[in-house]
């Protein structure tokens, strides 16, 4: 339980907290667990890549105080399975009215206030690979909590899911795009590139032109598809705070 590291993005006045209260899902190849270190951060710096001991909300708290910044980021393992996100989300919106995102997998429905916006990571469609992917059965869980997120006013909602070539793949993709494009064809989506994990994996990671394609089979549907992949430069410096 707990944050276990801490980044902060001068230029965007943005801070982003990785939670370390497990995970309900059993994702193959969980970025948390095998690249568990702010991404965004110079190799450099987040090399060796682990995780470091878990501090709770005062702690945290300390190491915000100092900094400027108007934006904050919820991730990690799972945050709504750590005991300290929504306490943590309330302080820092109600002592410093901070813009707070939750990036979560769907699975557990939160819905307080101190939530300005949520990404929800869908990770298929087809129940034989969400299955298999996560380790769950219920993949209705997650669209209807989707749904249910869509109804909250003033709630800012937005999706994204993994590119895995060969497994969850365009045609996958497309098929989460259309039940996207069910709820709202507003809502914003985006395709991050597969990262394999160290030791041999058996998926590899997708090609910029496999990406690409897929964009632009979704486009079809949505107004707002981006895509992330390994190609993609960091735009603005980011700093290690724990």
Same mark, same amino acid.
């Given at each position: 339980? #707990?944050?276990?590291?801490?980044?902060?993005?001068? *230029?965007?006045?943005? @801070?982003?907290?990785?939670?370390? #209260?497990?995970? *309900?899902?059993?994702?193959?190849?969980? @970025?948390?667990?095998?690249?568990?270190?702010?991404?965004?951060? +110079?190799?450099?710096?987040?090399?060796?890549?682990?995780?470091? %001991?878990?501090?709770? &909300?005062?702690?945290?708290?300390?190491?915000?105080?100092?900094?400027?910044?108007?934006?904050?980021?919820?991730?990690?393992?799972?945050?709504?399975?750590?005991?300290?996100?929504?306490?943590?989300?309330?302080?820092?919106?109600?002592?410093?009215?901070?813009? *707070?995102?939750?990036?979560?997998?769907?699975?557990?429905?939160?819905?307080?206030?101190?939530?300005?916006?949520?990404?929800?990571?869908?990770? %298929?469609?087809?129940? *034989?690979?969400?299955?298999?992917?996560? #380790?769950?059965?219920?993949?209705?869980?997650?669209?209807?909590?989707?749904?249910?997120?869509?109804?909250?006013?003033?709630?800012?909602?937005?999706?994204?899911?993994?590119?895995?070539?060969?497994? &969850?793949?365009? +045609?996958?993709?497309?098929? &989460?795009?259309?039940?996207?494009?069910?709820?709202?064809?507003?809502?914003?989506?985006? &395709?991050? #590139?597969?990262?394999?994990?160290?030791?041999?994996?058996?998926?590899?990671?997708?090609?910029?032109?496999?990406?690409?394609?897929?964009?632009?089979?979704?486009?079809?549907?949505?107004?707002?598809?981006?895509?992330?992949?390994?190609?993609?430069?960091?735009?603005?410096?980011?700093?290690?705070?724990?």
């Amino acid at each position: 339980m #707990g944050v276990y590291h801490i980044t902060y993005t001068p *230029n965007l006045k943005e @801070i982003c907290l990785y939670f370390n #209260g497990g995970c *309900n899902f059993s994702c193959h190849g969980c @970025i948390t667990d095998h690249h568990p270190q702010d991404c965004h951060l +110079e190799k450099s710096i987040r090399a060796p890549e682990h995780k470091s %001991a878990s501090i709770f &909300i005062d702690k945290v708290i300390s190491y915000l105080e100092p900094l400027s910044f108007k934006k904050v980021i919820f991730l990690g393992k799972e945050p709504t399975q750590d005991a300290d996100f929504l306490a943590l989300a309330k302080i820092l919106k109600e002592k410093l009215s901070t813009y *707070n995102i939750l990036l979560t997998n769907g699975y557990r429905f939160v819905e307080d206030r101190a939530i300005d916006e949520i990404c929800v990571s869908i990770k %298929a469609i087809s129940k *034989n690979i969400f299955s298999d992917f996560t #380790g769950k059965n219920n993949i209705e869980y997650v669209l209807e909590n989707f749904v249910k997120y869509t109804s909250i006013p003033n709630l800012k909602v937005r999706a994204e899911s993994v590119f895995i070539p060969g497994y &969850i793949d365009k +045609e996958e993709i497309e098929k &989460i795009a259309q039940f996207i494009a069910g709820v709202s064809v507003e809502i914003p989506y985006r &395709i991050d #590139g597969y990262i394999p994990i160290k030791e041999k994996d058996r998926f590899r990671r997708p090609t910029k032109d496999e990406m690409e394609e897929a964009r632009k089979a979704i486009e079809k549907y949505l107004k707002n598809v981006s895509i992330l992949h390994y190609g993609v430069r960091v735009k603005y410096k980011v700093k290690r705070i724990y």
